[in-house]
């Protein structure tokens, strides 16, 4: 508990402001409700029937949709819907120590995970028998890769003319000893002091939660703050989201 | 064409696109409350407070009465199996051949792939049904195949087909154009056909341009030389 002398946390009139100011210091100097650079681009993938690339600072995700399509083997066809099935993966360069390409349990963890952060937002009754595929790869690793390839996912859905009820924005919130940020980076993922570093990614499609995972101790005081952090910083997301839609639309009008 | 018609938004999947309750929900689109929202990625076009989404992207979707061009795909005992390059696969029976055919004869007729221009009679939540019975309809034998995005193909043939007699005129080429994005070139000479597809191609990158069949006509005048 190194930290506690600096802030203390019973201090509930505080404003964030007042508590940043109160020492709290990010590794990169953010704000604790700030995120990286954040940078969309819709139509990387000629081939893909969509596609896009999402990042957060050194965080990059590309996402390619192909479908809907027959879906084969039969005996997984679903007559009532369309179904969604996504694959993340990280490339092996995408960190600096290599890794094994294929699955593995954390891949098959965060595909599943996707996926069930994606379907709600996704309308496809009207296609029974059909599959979409989400194919995620990230290029470059600097943690919070899951919400970036949910944030390249939705934009390629979007982009391959997939119909969608809204556009889902995923951002990642951590809780370094006590105190929460915005969009964690590797650095802060390493957090070892006081109660070290919890990592929550969320994603909300049209103001409801679609995704929120946890893995280290909250209070569920701090949990409902980390969900409004989440809230505030995914309205940015989705500006940037829209942003890149609209752009690559302007292109294909101007052409 | 009104100012209102000619207000062309691009818009994304949640979106709200107008509110107000006289406004109607049109195709790619839903109401909410008092807002209509956009469903799907695509230019807004507002017609007499009906509100549809013109899309960019996406699959083939069939409506009955569309000509489209399909590969067959496999036989079965009381027809074929067509790939239109859609979601769902159709079915041509034997029953919308314009002859008689035996069910043992399927083969003579129509092969597996072979390809065809045919004519949706119905949509089926599960894939649709085709008929071959009608002018032009039947076996394609010669020529070339191109894809274009089908959500293209209004573009390409213009009003009231005016791009499509303008790409045959300039070319030589007789053309077939599916609605599923499949364009069937066929002329005498492989330089027609080059010249068509060439043609088919400047048009499907300036979809969006307004004026276009006259820049087509520059674009050929400059292209012959």
């Known amino acids: ?255 | 064409m009104t100012d209102e018609e000619s207000k062309r938004e691009i818009v994304i999947p949640g979106e709200v696109i107008v509110k107000g309750s006289n406004y109607l929900p049109g195709e790619g689109t839903e109401k909410r409350g008092e807002e209509i929202i956009a469903l799907r990625y695509g230019l807004t076009e507002e017609n007499n407070k009906l509100v549809r989404i013109i899309p960019l992207s996406g699959t083939y979707q069939p409506r009955r009465g569309n000509v489209i061009i399909g590969k067959i795909q496999d036989i079965v005992f009381n027809g074929w199996l067509v790939d239109i390059d859609a979601p769902n696969s159709a079915f041509l029976s034997v029953a919308e051949f314009p002859r008689y055919i035996n069910a043992n004869d399927l083969v003579e007729h129509l092969d597996i792939g072979d390809v065809l221009v045919a004519k949706v009679q119905g949509v089926k939540r599960k894939g649709m049904e085709l008929t071959v019975k009608g002018r032009g309809l039947g076996k394609l034998e010669e020529g070339m195949i191109i894809k274009v995005n089908p959500n293209k193909v209004p573009r390409i043939i213009g009003k009231e087909g005016s791009m499509v007699k303008l790409i045959k005129d300039e070319s030589g080429a007789n053309i077939t154009v599916g609605q599923n994005g499949l364009i069937w070139l066929k002329g005498d000479t492989l330089d027609s056909e080059l010249l068509a597809k060439k043609a088919i191609h400047f048009i499907t990158e300036r979809s969006f341009v307004s004026g276009l069949t006259e820049k087509v006509k520059e674009w050929f005048d400059k292209e012959k030389k």
């Open chain 1, 1 to 255: 508990m190194a930290t506690k002398d600096t802030h203390n946390p019973k201090d509930s009139g505080a404003t964030e402001s007042k508590r940043d100011s109160a020492g709290f210091k990010r590794p990169d100097g953010r704000k604790i409700d700030e995120t990286r650079h954040m940078k969309a681009e819709v139509g990387i993938i000629p081939n893909a029937d969509g596609s896009a690339m999402f990042s957060f600072g050194d965080t990059v995700a590309i996402a390619a949709v192909y479908g809907p399509k027959q879906l084969h083997p039969q005996h997984l066809q679903n007559p009532e819907t369309g179904i969604l099935r996504c694959d993340y993966s990280m490339l092996s360069f995408s960190v600096t120590e290599r890794i094994r390409p294929g699955t593995s349990r954390r891949s098959q963890e965060i595909s599943k995970v996707t996926e069930w952060a994606l379907a709600p937002a996704l309308n496809i009754k009207d296609f029974p028998n059909t599959v979409v595929d989400v194919h995620i790869n990230i290029l470059q690793a600097d943690a919070s890769t899951r919400c970036a390839g949910i944030n390249a996912a939705a934009l390629a859905l979007a982009h391959a003319g997939v119909p969608m009820n809204d556009i889902v924005s995923s951002v990642s919130i951590g809780k370094l000893d006590r105190q929460l940020v915005v969009d964690v980076s590797k650095a802060e993922e390493d957090w070892e002091e006081g109660e070290g570093a919890t990592d929550i990614p969320f994603a909300f499609t049209g103001g409801k939660i679609a995704l929120l995972q946890l893995d280290g101790k909250i209070r569920p005081k701090e949990l409902k703050e980390a969900a409004k952090l989440a809230e505030k910083a995914l309205k940015k997301v989705y500006e940037v989201q829209k942003e890149a839609l609209k752009k690559a639309g302007i292109k294909e009008e101007s052409k």
